[in-house]
């Protein structure tokens, strides 16, 4: 079973970055989609942006368009998530996930089969 871990995650001041990283126990990760989502306190879990096994990628909120990109490192199996001009509103557990081949149309994260334990990222007010 496909195992993730994510890491990177801290305490920001706005308008800093961070990078996260996803790492997953098999290194056919390249045969799968990977995709980052976060949830707030209070709030319900939110897709930001995944990448398909062919390398094709998908925005799941307009909020994070032209601050955070999504990239991959197959030999590495490793998925990043750059953040950068990041915002209170970015503070949230984030966490990183796995289907086959293509990322899941729901951007609630629906449909996605394997899941890390997250990492916590916090910019303050």
């Known amino acids: 079973q496909l195992q993730l871990v994510e890491s990177g995650g801290g305490l920001v001041q706005p308008g800093g970055s961070l990078r996260l990283s996803c790492s997953a126990s098999?290194?056919?990760?390249?045969?799968?989609?990977i995709g980052w989502f976060r949830q707030a306190p209070g709030k319900e879990r939110e897709g930001v942006l995944c990448i398909s096994a062919s390398g094709d990628s998908t925005i799941y909120r307009d909020s994070v368009k032209g601050r955070f990109t999504i990239s991959r490192d197959n030999a590495k199996a490793t998925v990043f998530l750059q953040m950068n001009s990041l915002k209170p509103g970015d503070t949230a557990v984030y966490y990183c996930?796995?289907?086959?081949?293509?990322?899941?149309?729901?951007?609630?994260?629906?449909?996605?089969?394997?899941w890390g334990k997250g990492t916590l990222v916090t910019v303050p007010s």
């Open positions: 996930a796995a289907r086959d081949h293509y990322c899941s149309g729901y951007p609630d994260g629906y449909g996605m089969d394997y």
């Open positions: 098999e290194l056919i990760l390249d045969y799968y989609a």
